[in-house]
């Protein structure tokens, strides 16, 4: 059939939906440079106003998913299990739930991202460890799950081209923040990493890409019906980015913070968060019957230390210093550590995640810019939390800087204080299946 791209944007614009055929082909030809971005611009556009149907939006992520080369995991026994989060302040999950899973006997391959902004990404935190090596050719990476159920890579170029273009054209047209586009970007690359089934951690908060809980409610929906339509069971948890996760920000401090937590010695949001995902992973993976039982088997392997016993084989695998995990001190360290104190008191009623991711990122724990470089040893440590009481004169965080001074007001600033109790924070809004 003979397709003219007008014709489709002028239908999409109309409010009709386009069929599998006309997506596909918008998909592809734009992929080949067929179609050229001012035109897949107005259907970008037409597509934030209109909306997209179910279909619609599977047809999407499939077409992208398509687009390049899909993984194949097939190698691999068992059911794999993808876990992704949609980006967070000081998300040191992956860290801590790809091995923790992983000694829970079910076979963990994940390829992760660099972060940008404030937000951090699992292959920088890696990269902190000495000699971790994160670029596995396909065969070391299979090889490597096979033998030890776990590697962690970083995600190669070629998975789902057609979203690396579309995205990069919404970043410039104004049309990022359409539900149905984020949900399908995000599940292609996803698809496209070749896993049986699907984590979603969905943030919401300030620090969140989600500010709104009806949002992020939203897109765990719609991601959550694309994977019933593929046949690839998904689950979707939308979690509280109201404040950063755990104590650290940056990328030695938050391997440093998983290694705690791998030892059952972490903070308490973080490992609850790490247990909900984890026993996510047991039951879609089949290896456990219900999330009751896959928390209690994730809890013995933390009590156990198996989980960090994984960690360590699979830094050891992956030609990084495994000594690290016994001396955290043998992480790259900062040479100024500056305390940050309270010129108030009372209960922390809020903190802005974003102002405090930005401020990592500000001291280079971050990058502003795809190619900017960043400072592994560098970052914030929380020593307060929301609900915390404070007195003046108490140290609330301590930056870890290779910089004398720091950003002092700003971070100050990111702290809201109540003379009233202040209830602790509810970490988990929702679960969507
Ligand atoms: N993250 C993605 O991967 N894609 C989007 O469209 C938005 C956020
Ligand atoms: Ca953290």
Redesign the pocket.
């Given at each position: 059939m003979l397709m003219r791209t007008y014709d489709l944007i002028l239908k999409k614009r109309n409010g009709y939906p386009l069929d599998t055929e006309e997506i596909s082909y918008l998909i592809n030809e734009y992929t080949t440079g067929q179609i050229l971005d001012y035109q897949m611009a107005a259907w970008c556009m037409a597509t934030y106003f209109t909306g997209m149907t179910d279909r619609e939006i599977s047809d999407l992520t499939m077409a992208m998913a398509r687009s390049g080369e899909i993984m194949d995991l097939g190698t691999i026994q068992g059911r794999k299990i993808d876990k992704h989060s949609?980006?967070g302040v000081g998300d040191t999950t992956t860290l801590i739930v790809a091995p923790l899973v992983a000694s829970c006997g079910v076979s963990v391959a994940k390829m992760s991202g660099k972060g940008l902004g404030h937000t951090g990404g699992t292959i920088d935190k890696l990269s902190s460890i000495p000699g971790f090596n994160s670029e596995l050719t396909q065969d070391q990476f299979i090889r490597q799950v096979n033998d030890i159920h776990c590697a962690l890579v970083s995600q190669t170029g070629k998975l789902a081209p057609a979203?690396k273009l579309l995205?990069a054209l919404?970043d410039v047209t104004a049309t990022?923040d359409s539900i149905p586009?984020?949900a399908s970007?995000?599940m292609s690359?996803k698809i496209a990493a070749g896993a049986d089934g699907f984590v979603l951690d969905v943030k919401t908060g300030s620090g969140a890409?989600m500010k709104e809980l009806s949002q992020a409610i939203e897109l765990a929906k719609t991601m959550v019906s694309i994977g019933k339509q593929i046949d690839k069971p998904t689950v979707a948890l939308v979690t509280d980015m109201n404040q950063p996760l755990g104590q650290m920000i940056g990328n030695a401090l938050e391997v440093k913070e998983a290694i705690l937590t791998l030892a059952n010695q972490g903070p308490d949001d973080l490992t609850q968060l790490c247990i909900a995902l984890g026993a996510e992973m047991l039951v879609l993976a089949e290896h456990s019957p219900d999330i009751l039982t896959a928390e209690k088997q994730l809890l013995t392997a933390l009590r156990q230390k198996t989980g960090l016993d994984k960690f360590k084989a699979m830094i050891r695998a992956q030609g990084g210093d495994e000594r690290i995990v016994d001396s955290p001190d043998r992480l790259p360290q900062a040479q100024y550590k500056i305390p940050i104190y309270s010129n108030q008191a009372g209960y922390i009623e809020s903190i802005d995640s974003l102002e405090l991711g930005l401020a990592a990122m500000n001291i280079g724990a971050g990058r502003e810019h795809k190619n900017s470089p960043i400072d592994l040893a560098v970052g914030l440590e929380l020593k307060k939390k929301i609900g915390d009481y404070v007195t003046i004169g108490e140290p609330i965080v301590i930056v870890h800087s290779n910089m004398a001074s720091s950003d002092q007001e700003k971070i100050r600033a990111a702290y809201t204080f109540s003379d009233k109790k202040v209830s602790a924070v509810q970490l988990i809004h929702m679960r969507n299946t």
């Open positions: 949609t980006g979203d995205y919404r990022v586009l984020i970007s995000i690359k890409f």
